[in-house]
């Protein structure tokens, strides 16, 4: 079983759509939380940080965690084409070592 | 602020070469990672250094894959001999002694045939 199990999609929306992406892991113990967004031939890029449980917002991204049932997610709202990209959730320990998961991609239509 | 580098952007080698990747964090990080995203799987650590030293190596897959980091600057992973599930992409990235955010590479791709 993966540590991160994340829907590889991949997930087209219009221009303007509200965007839900999801990340389910396994290890209790892991306590921070991270998207990452990558566009081609580019390394990951940290969009959002979260630690434990709760949910914070920047912008048009919220991310949001539920340790109880082991699921993060990451939501855009008012979605521009420049949004397309694959998103990675990662995730780590008290160790600096990240667990990411496959990463969605993302087209946003115009 | 220049971010971090890595070279070369691509390498494609055969089966049984030698192939040396090289990062470069970004000035002042003293903590580096190797990364690497094999075709259709995810992106998994390899190993972490703090300054010159070896942290955490847990995730380097056999005894083929060699990383140094001498001076504590940049950092070279050599691969000898590459074998053909060696192909993926080699990410690198740095952070500041107790800083939470990695900061990331392009990546090199390294094709094995």
């Known amino acids: 079983q993966k540590e991160v199990e994340q829907d590889p999609g991949p997930l087209s929306v219009p221009e303007g759509a509200i965007v839900s992406l999801n990340c389910t892991y396994s290890?209790?113990?892991?306590?921070?939380f991270m998207w990452y967004r990558q566009y081609s031939r580019k390394g990951p890029e940290l969009l959002m940080y979260?630690?434990?449980?709760g949910n914070k917002e920047d912008g048009r991204f919220t991310a949001q965690v539920d340790k109880s049932s082991k699921y993060i997610s990451l939501f855009i709202r008012d979605s521009q084409p420049s949004d397309s990209a694959t998103y990675l959730c990662?995730?780590?320990?008290?160790?600096?070592?990240?667990?990411f998961g496959t990463g969605t991609r993302l087209t946003v239509i115009p | 602020e220049a971010g971090v580098t890595q070279f070369p952007s691509h390498s494609v080698i055969e089966k049984g070469q030698t192939v040396t990747l090289r990062c470069d964090p970004i000035?002042?990080?003293?903590?580096l990672y190797w990364y690497r995203r094999v075709m259709g799987k995810e992106i998994k650590f390899l190993l972490h250094?703090?300054?010159?030293?070896?942290?955490?190596e847990s995730g380097m897959p056999n005894n083929r894959f060699l990383a140094e980091r001498t001076g504590g600057t940049y950092s070279t992973l050599k691969v000898q001999p590459a074998e053909l599930e060696d192909s993926g992409v080699y990410f690198c990235?740095?952070?500041?002694?107790?800083?939470?955010?990695?900061?990331f590479g392009p990546g090199t791709r390294l094709t094995v045939l």
């Open positions: 990235a740095s952070s500041q002694e107790h800083h939470n955010e990695q900061f």
């Open positions: 290890n209790s113990a892991f306590q921070y």
């Open positions: 979260t630690y434990s449980s």
């Open positions: 990662a995730m780590r320990t008290g160790a600096n070592n990240l667990f």
């Open positions: 000035s002042g990080h003293d903590n």
């Open positions: 250094f703090v300054k010159e030293s070896k942290q955490d």
